[in-house]
């Protein structure tokens, strides 16, 4: 650590199931945020596969499968810092903590259950670095969603950008991040409903691809707005912030029996529809939506948002932000928020009762 800022590796496999992204930034986990590095890393087809097969395991640690799958993803977690470190010699020689996120396989906050696996001792014995991890537990535990919990790191980031503006991410859950006026404490974020999930679900069983690049393939296709208004019907979209979900909460949304193209479609349209929908909780409406996650990247999807939300959108890549490496980022940052005892989540991103700091830390 040099003075009060920290050089963290963040960690994130998120709910498109898709890889471990690796960021490298530097951060005083207050308003001091450079990111330096970043570096993604597809799952191979097998394990995501097998991941894919283990979502859901209410039974988690207590599931001999999972243990060892944990092992299993935690090794690959430490073989990721490893290559960091040698593709990024120069600015990752010295790395004082791991923002260490996992992988979540059930996530029912009504419940106040939350299970994300990845062992934080072993991911810090294999490294020899210190390790925080577990991000979500103390929140969902005291009454909170445990999500989103990139908002904070939004904030950080958006600092200077006129408001209100919101921050869009569409990962496999799509979920949005509203900052109002120079008041720190003018924050909102909630889930809004399905990002990719369904749609990357509906080309790998049809198509055996692992998602809709650019999305031509719903481009080409014709929406069922009935469909989708049916879809939309379902108590989350009306239920107010704030709100979080699983990946597959909305799997029974999917369509049966309909051409390929036209299921795409779709899906692309509820996505965006839900989108649309759940901009309307926000105390105003904000400036700009800039977006981060895959979904920017769906050519379509992004269009279909514009047309649905009448509202300008612009990838983050245009403030010159990361779009890929956002959330890996974020999880650096919370970090070490972690270890200063700051807020991870607070009454407006969560609706913890009171700001909320969590994680666990783990020394070599």
Known sequence: MKSNLYRVIGLMSGTSIDGI?????????LNH????????NPYERSFRTKLRGLLGNKAGRKDPEVVSFERELTELHAGIVEKFREQFNGLAEHIDLIGFHGQTIWHQPSKRATIQIGDGALLASLTHIPVVNDFRSADVQAGGNGAPLVPLYHRALAAKLPKPVAILNIGGVSNITWIGGANDDEIMAYDIGPGNALI????????????DEYGLLASSGHADMKIVERALTNPFFRQKPPKSIDRDMFKNLMPHGMDIADGAATLTMLTAQAIAVGLKFM??????????????????????IVYTA????????DLGWSGDGLEAEAFAYLAVRSRLGLPLSVPGTTGVPLPMTGGHFWQP
């Open 283 to 304: 105390p105003s409406k904000p400036r700009r939506l800039y977006v981060t996650g895959g979904g920017r990247l769906n050519h379509t999807l992004m269009r279909w």
């Open 21 to 29: 992204d690796a960021a490298l930034v530097e951060t005083d986990g």
């Open 310 to 317: 009448d509202i300008p959108v612009s990838p983050v890549d």
């Open 200 to 211: 990357d679900d509906w080309v790998l069983h049809h198509m055996g691809q692992p998602y």
């Open 33 to 40: 945020v450079k990111p330096l590095a970043f570096m993604p």
